[in-house]
């Protein structure tokens, strides 16, 4: 059995977050195969490329957290059809400095939960938009938007809607096939440099 180092990062920051107690909740349903750790962020400044020369030891500590997991999970609520500005700024913190961008190669998967019927939908597309761009391969399938009703998880972390529990079960499931499938195609440090391909003067070479 092989086992994968999972980081979480909670999108919202606030002290009654229902996405804090659905991550909860998949810490307590994870298969042994996976280990999730929480990867704080709330303390980080607003980014700006004017820290790229040297970055504050809450960033450094930061990247350093996401440089030692497998994969990373965006458990996160959805804020005006999008994804909270607390998360983007970490994301933008993540990716640079220019060159040394964390989500590079690195798989990564999304889930939420809002109130509402379709919550977290439109934001787990913006979501996957930017890992996209941050070369992170995603896992597109299963889509998890849990609409979140009183009493769904308990104060313990407890599921308590059997149909949601099974659905999260499987999720999970398939998360550790999406990061199997990753690492026995490509190891995450490995590189390729093409032979005898000379790169168009247009081409991107962001990461
Ligand atoms: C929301 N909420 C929300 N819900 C949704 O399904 N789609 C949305 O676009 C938004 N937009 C939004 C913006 C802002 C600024 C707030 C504060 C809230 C409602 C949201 O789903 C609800 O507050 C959840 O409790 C947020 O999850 P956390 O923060 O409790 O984990």
């Given at each position: 059995?092989t086992q994968y180092t999972v980081g979480y990062?909670?999108?919202?920051?606030?002290?009654?977050?229902?996405?804090?107690?659905?991550?909860?909740?998949?810490?307590?349903?994870a298969?042994?195969e996976l280990v999730l750790k929480?990867i704080?962020?709330?303390?980080?400044?607003?980014?700006?490329?004017?820290?790229?020369?040297?970055?504050?030891?809450?960033?450094?500590?930061?990247?350093?957290s996401l440089a030692t997991v497998d994969a990373v999970l965006?458990?996160?609520?959805?804020?005006?059809?999008?994804?909270?500005?607390?998360?983007?700024?970490?994301?933008?913190?993540?990716?640079?400095?220019?060159?040394?961008?964390s989500f590079?190669r690195k798989p990564s998967a999304?889930?939420?939960?809002?109130?509402?019927?379709?919550?977290?939908?439109?934001?787990?597309?913006?979501?996957?938009?930017?890992?996209?761009?941050?070369?992170s391969p995603?896992m597109?399938?299963?889509?998890?938007?849990?609409?979140?009703?009183?009493?769904?998880?308990?104060?313990?972390?407890?599921?308590?809607?059997?149909?949601?529990?099974?659905?999260?079960?499987?999720?999970?499931?398939?998360l550790y096939?999406f990061i199997c499938r990753v690492y026995t195609?490509l190891e995450s440090t490995?590189?390729?440099?093409?032979?005898?391909?000379?790169?168009?003067?247009?081409?991107?070479?962001?990461?």
């Amino acid at each position: 059995m092989t086992q994968y180092t999972v980081g979480y990062l909670v999108g919202s920051l606030a002290k009654a977050s229902i996405n804090r107690k659905l991550a909860e909740a998949l810490v307590r349903l994870a298969p042994e195969e996976l280990v999730l750790k929480e990867i704080p962020f709330r303390d980080l400044p607003i980014y700006s490329y004017d820290y790229d020369a040297d970055f504050p030891p809450v960033a450094r500590a930061f990247k350093e957290s996401l440089a030692t997991v497998d994969a990373v999970l965006f458990v996160t609520p959805e804020y005006n059809r999008s994804i909270p500005g607390g998360l983007k700024n970490a994301i933008d913190w993540a990716s640079r400095p220019y060159g040394k961008n964390s989500f590079a190669r690195k798989p990564s998967a999304t889930i939420g939960t809002s109130p509402g019927k379709i919550g977290t939908a439109v934001c787990q597309q913006h979501l996957k938009s930017i890992l996209s761009f941050c070369n992170s391969p995603m896992m597109n399938s299963i889509e998890a938007y849990i609409q979140f009703t009183p009493g769904l998880i308990s104060d313990q972390g407890e599921i308590t809607d059997p149909a949601v529990e099974e659905f999260l079960r499987n999720y999970l499931d398939e998360l550790y096939g999406f990061i199997c499938r990753v690492y026995t195609a490509l190891e995450s440090t490995a590189t390729f440099q093409p032979h005898n391909v000379s790169q168009p003067s247009t081409m991107s070479t962001r990461h």
